[in-house]
């Protein structure tokens, strides 16, 4: 053979050798590839967990507040003249399509005062009070010849969105040192549903 032959062929057992090579590290950089992703999906996973913990969670400090707003409820709306002396926990009503949960009812012969009880209380969280008060004769028939006042209790609300709840005629209770108090100043004109 020839000088030039035995160069071809010599480059040609590189060329072999350096794509065997290359398909290795292309096996490496998929494995790897595949390990990050298997991490991934762990991080997802552990990520949805904590989501679904941090969920229960939240619910539960809404049953707390709930545990804590029911006893004083009665006595705060007496302080504000408003003669109620029931208290009723976690009321639902579903009709057809539509539904709704009150956190707590506090009633008389002719005034309920429905409570949403929340951790962190938002605007959205007013918003969607609102909804339920109109609706809540409708699907709650008991209490239609009664008229229905609204209020939001929570262990943190910032100020803008107890102003806003103010603003749209809703009571705001909120812990004030070791106890819990309606926020509203007085003259307060809560709107009645």
Request: glycine content about 6%; overall charge negative; charged content about 30%.
């Amino acid at each position: 053979m020839s000088a030039v032959a035995d160069d071809i062929w010599a480059i040609l057992r590189e060329l072999a050798q350096s794509q065997k090579e290359t398909d290795r590290k292309f096996q490496d950089t998929d494995k790897k590839f595949q390990d990050t992703d298997k991490k991934f999906q762990d991080t997802d996973r552990k990520i949805k967990e904590v989501t679904a913990s941090i969920g229960r969670l939240g619910n539960r400090l809404g049953d707390f507040i709930e545990d804590a707003v029911r006893p004083a409820a009665v006595r705060l709306f007496q302080k504000r003249g408003i003669d109620v002396h029931e208290v009723h926990q976690s009321v639902s009503s579903q009709r057809g399509n539509e539904g709704i949960e009150i956190d707590l009812l506090v009633v008389n012969n002719s005034e309920i005062v429905a409570i949403e009880c929340k951790s962190n209380l938002s605007v959205d969280d007013v918003n969607e009070h609102l909804v339920r008060l109109a609706k809540l004769k409708k699907l709650l028939p008991a209490y239609a010849d009664k008229q229905v006042i609204g209020a939001v209790a929570s262990m943190v609300i910032e100020d803008n969105v107890a102003q806003y709840a103010y603003r749209k005629g809703l009571y705001v209770i909120g812990q004030s040192g070791d106890h819990l108090e309606i926020r509203n100043i007085e003259p307060f004109d809560a709107t009645v549903w």
